[in-house]
């Protein structure tokens, strides 16, 4: 009997292994879809900034550099190693995040940020999910068709932007 159940065990094992090496496989997206996915973050990443209405140049990136048209411009952000594909190819994605903690909100400034935020990615036919509210502020995420994530949380000390591709890139 044990040995039985032992055999019956390793058979499921097998099973769910090989369907797991099967769906993980090819997960790099083809040309075509890189290139739009490329193109969409470009998009996504300034527009959110600009559709804040706050001073672009207040805003800074993780690593203290100041957001700027000109590396918008540029693509002036290197591809992030994410993962590796089952067949040992490296998997890229892009990801910006960027913060304002220049200025000061009341609640009722930051909750009408976000909810501009939410009208404005609801009309161009995104669909808005709350993750907050926080105990200072309130944030929102959305996702495009092609995996992109993009949050935007306000606070009573500022706002944040994150913008991150789907884990599909290769160099």
């Keep these: 009997m044990v040995k039985r159940l032992g055999g019956v065990l390793a058979l499921v094992l097998v099973v769910l292994l090989g369907c797991s090496l099967v769906k993980g496989s ?3 997206a ?5 290139r739009v996915i490329v193109d969409e973050f470009w998009s996504l990443f300034p527009g959110t900034v600009e559709a804040t209405g706050t001073d672009p140049s207040h805003f800074v990136y993780a690593g203290g550099a100041i957001y700027t048209a000109e590396r918008i411009a540029e693509r002036g952000l290197d591809y992030r190693s994410c993962s590796n594909d089952v067949d ?22 930051y909750q009408q940020k976000v909810q501009g935020m939410r009208d404005l990615w609801e009309s161009q036919g995104y ?3 709350g993750r907050g509210p926080h105990s200072d502020g309130s944030e929102i995420v959305m996702y495009t068709d092609s995996g ?11 706002e944040r932007i994150s913008v991150d591709t789907a884990c599909v890139l290769s160099k």
């Design 26 to 28: 090819s997960r790099v």
């Design 30 to 34: 083809s040309a075509e879809q890189q």
């Design 88 to 109: 040992g190819t490296s998997l890229y994605m892009l990801s910006a995040s960027v913060s304002d903690s220049s200025q000061r909100n009341t609640k009722d400034e």
């Design 127 to 129: 669909e808005v999910r």
């Design 148 to 158: 992109t994530r993009v949050s935007y949380l306000a606070t009573v000390s500022g």
